[in-house]
């Protein structure tokens, strides 16, 4: 085919497709424009391509209202007291796509976009190619399932990050164009927050129903209205720690009763709102750019800054994201750069003011591989197939997620030019010489570093997941898949169905074991994976949800709750109404006499340390 042929051919696809008459599938359509894109990347025929799709508007059953916002915790309580309710759900405020999925005798009919809040974009094609959202459900009845797509961090770094400038707009990008990268959406997550029924529940029986229709529920802390307050500024200081960027909490009134008699105003619903998190800003100096190599070979400009406080945490670097809005800027040594958090958790450089310092140069090789480079519009591309900074990445990826603190970039990067370690199994295989050879590291450093190795030769299944940095297993998904696979090595021959988590990531996971055995072998020879405790359904303990407050005298808080598991119960974090034992031990602080006055208003039964492990050790027997 010419060039010209193929551009002949997309128009008139595309114009059958536009009239609703398409005689190709997406699929063979994305091929031709993915030939287009490699024989003539500047054809006029692309960019025409590059416009949103005309799609299908479709009517919301239920309008989807926006939240109404506050950014300081107090004026959420003054909200909350004034709905009258008592328990209230604290959910993320993610940054993604918010869509509304329609089911109709337990079929997918359509899946659409926000829109305007009246009417959305019809997206039900694109959207089922994520594997959280199903074509079919088990449930007869008419519902309506809200959620949001989002790209978890991990994937995002792991597989886009210098092909797009955030997660947020690569998968805003490609769900909405008709030319939009398949693989983008695959890779996303959807978390169901809402489901709407003609006979509405409580909203916790609403929250686990989307559980029990297979959905991956949106992470969901239940709290009476007392503790609103403190979960909120608990979860404030901890939103970083999520595997995706949220730019806030929503809160909602748990009782329908309550929901529907609080009402809705025309912009936006009464029974709940919006926290958002500050948008704090600050001011800093550039040193340097540097150029990162990311896995598929795109270099990404990351400025190197005098370090600087933004929202309580130290930022020493932040992305420039491509060429284009390097070149956009055109940094020199010393400009002053605004910085901010947008969606949460990446900060984002938002201004810089040009100062006379000199100008910060683009690299004519790669700073990896010293191969050459290449420019594909916006991005800056390593030639070389083999580009090495991939093996780092994976190497860093292993030390960050196993939690091999003092392990910087500098350490791994000298030790893989000096042939010392190219496969995270070689980490533990380096002794104390190995490391002192190195320019810049005696004695004292090998004795860390060798230490915090050793520290992670022992680990739980779910972070030896997430460690190997398996394309579409992020940190959640790692951990469903750990609590219900027994070892890692078998499950890449058995057909198992993992709750929350779709086909396609179990079968990623399974090729990668397929095509990796060599390298877990080798890995299994050297750590020791512990197991995540399935709850056994019929353990002594089944049916039992503890939660632990104070610290223990006699065990690790961490070895009680997996003994819990271990014989059949459950672990939470906070008392619920669901809780059947408080565990307290030494009280000391006042969130320990919080979590001991919600158990006393729920009727918890409390029991000490001694009576816990006088329960266990009946446990003990009993399954003996
Ligand atoms: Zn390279």
Redesign the pocket.
């Known amino acids: 085919m010419t060039i010209k042929s193929i551009e002949k051919a997309i128009l008139y696809h595309q114009n059958l497709y536009d009239k609703g008459k398409p005689k190709i599938s997406d699929k063979q359509f994305d091929v031709l424009v993915a030939n287009l894109q490699r024989r003539s990347p500047d054809s006029p025929v692309l960019d025409q391509l590059g416009k949103p799709l005309r799609t299908e508007k479709i009517q919301h059953h239920t309008s989807m209202l926006s939240l109404q916002k506050f950014y300081v915790v107090a004026n959420v309580e003054t909200w909350g007291k004034k709905t009258g309710e008592t328990l209230f759900a604290i959910q993320p405020k993610y940054d993604g796509v918010a869509l509304s999925l329609r089911y109709e005798k337990g079929k997918l009919v359509h899946a659409a976009t926000r829109g305007d809040g009246e009417e959305g974009d019809d997206v039900t094609r694109r959207a089922l190619l994520c594997p959280d959202i199903p074509k079919r459900i088990k449930e007869r009845r008419s519902v309506e399932i809200r959620g949001e797509l989002i790209m978890q961090s991990t994937v995002f770094e792991d597989m886009f990050e210098g092909e797009f400038a955030n997660a947020r707009n690569a998968v805003a990008g490609n769900l909405m164009r008709r030319s939009g990268r398949t693989d983008v959406i695959k890779a996303c997550s959807f978390f169901a927050y809402d489901l709407l029924i003609k006979k509405m529940f409580d909203f916790d029986t609403r929250m686990k129903a989307l559980g029990d229709l297979k959905f991956m529920p949106t992470h969901t802390a239940f709290v009476v209205s007392t503790a609103v307050g403190e979960k909120l500024n608990a979860f404030s200081k901890s939103f970083r720690e999520f595997d995706y960027a949220m730019d806030g909490l929503v809160i909602k009134v748990c009782s329908y009763k309550i929901q529907e008699e609080v009402g809705y105003t025309s912009h936006h619903s009464r029974w709940a709102c919006a926290l958002k998190f500050r948008g704090d800003t600050a001011r800093t100096t550039i040193l340097d750019v540097t150029w990162q190599?990311s896995r598929n070979?795109t270099l990404t400009p990351v400025a190197e800054l005098d370090p600087v406080d933004l929202d309580g945490v130290t930022i020493s670097r932040a992305t420039l994201h491509h060429l284009g809005r390097f070149r956009m800027f055109a940094p020199r040594k010393g400009d002053v750069v605004t910085l901010a958090r947008r969606g949460g958790v990446i900060p984002h450089i938002e201004a810089i003011e040009t100062g006379k310092g000199k100008k910060i140069k683009v690299p004519k090789v790669?700073p990896?591989?010293?191969?050459s480079l290449r420019v594909e519009k916006d991005f800056l591309k390593?030639c070389?197939p083999e580009?090495?900074?991939a093996l780092i990445r994976k190497l860093r990826h292993w030390a960050n997620t196993t939690g091999m603190d003092c392990w910087g970039p500098e350490v791994i990067q000298a030790l893989y030019d000096a042939g010392d370690l190219t496969h995270p199994d070689g980490f533990y295989e380096l002794g104390h010489a190995d490391i002192e050879r190195l320019d810049g590291f005696g004695m004292d450093s090998s004795t860390t570093l060798i230490e915090e190795m050793e520290k992670t030769r022992s680990m739980p299944l779910d972070t030896l997941i997430t460690a190997l940095g398996i394309p579409l297993i992020g940190k959640t998904i790692a951990k469903r898949i750990a609590k219900a696979i027994p070892d890692i090595e078998s499950f890449g021959f058995v057909d198992m169905d993992v709750p929350g988590v779709g086909q396609s990531r179990i079968n990623a996971l399974r090729d990668w074991i397929i095509d990796h055995g060599d390298l877990l072998e080798r890995l299994l020879e050297v750590v020791d994976v512990i197991p995540i405790v399935r709850p056994d359904i019929e353990g002594p303990l089944a049916g039992k949800n503890f939660v632990f407050t104070g610290r223990l005298s006699d065990m690790e808080r961490s070895e009680a709750q997996h003994l819990v598991c271990k014989y059949g119960g459950d672990v939470a974090g906070g008392v619920t109404k669901a809780t059947n034992y408080l565990v307290v031990g030494d009280l000391a602080k006042d969130s320990q006499l919080t979590k001991r006055n919600k158990a006393e208003k729920y009727g918890v039964t409390i029991i000490s340390e001694t009576e816990f492990a006088s329960m266990l050790a009946e446990a003990m027997t009993e399954n003996e």
């Not at 990896?368 to 191969?371: A, D, I, L, V």
């Open positions: 190599v070979g790669c990896s591989c010293e191969g390593c070389e580009c090495d900074s």
